[in-house]
């Protein structure tokens, strides 16, 4: 979840401060300059908890895959759902909706 966070803060940086890039391009743009961060930390925590199977203890093991096969599946689905619910769901809807609500449209 603060991978997300992550994403949508620099994302918002990106869209004030690049006026001149398409909505799609600032998209493309915040999932290249985070790639690298993300994957550093979810590597650096996917090892702690790989560490944890040279436990003696079966429950430690079973934790310790769990939560890597679960950091790893994360990592992938953040940046092939992320891009994709950003381009869907664009700004200009939102604030389309949310104008229509405010002159009782809708």
Do not use: W
Not at 2 to 29: A, G, M, P, Q, T
Not at 79 to 85: E, H
């Amino acid at each position: 979840t603060s991978i997300i966070v992550h994403l949508i803060v620099r994302f918002k940086d990106n869209e004030r401060d690049c006026h001149n890039l398409k909505y799609n391009d600032i998209v493309f743009l915040t999932i290249t300059e985070m790639i690298i961060p993300i994957f550093l930390a979810a590597f650096t925590t996917i090892i702690g908890f790989i560490s944890l199977l040279f436990a003696k203890i079966l429950p430690v093991i079973n934790l310790g895959l769990m939560m890597s096969l679960s950091i790893i599946f994360s990592v992938v689905f953040i940046f092939i759902f992320f891009p994709a619910f950003m381009i869907v769901f664009k700004k200009s809807k939102k604030i389309r909706f949310f104008t229509l609500l405010k002159q009782n449209i809708i």
